[in-house]
């Protein structure tokens, strides 16, 4: 299985287009780890990682943000 890495400065996954977009570059570039950074939310949960990552994703880690700084995911 080959390893495919990406860290990501995706300025904020609040607006739902960006997940997407984000969930389609992860599955077309077959990712295995993914950091993302600046991601705007002070909470994230399972469904928000499926919107942003995709269910292959079942593991998950997050710094919140604070107000509207940092986050990571």
Do not use: H
């Not at 389609?24 to 909470?43: A, H, P």
């Not at 292959?56 to 986050?71: I, L, Q």
């Amino acid at each position: 299985m080959e390893n495919n890495w990406i860290v990501w400065n995706v300025r904020g996954l609040n607006n739902l287009a960006r997940r997407a977009v984000v969930k389609e570059f992860l599955y077309r570039n077959n990712v295995s780890l993914v950091c993302l950074q600046k991601t705007k939310l002070s909470f994230i949960d399972r469904a928000m990682v499926n919107q942003c990552c995709g269910m292959e994703f079942s593991e998950f880690a997050y710094v919140p943000a604070v107000r509207s700084r940092g986050g990571m995911l």
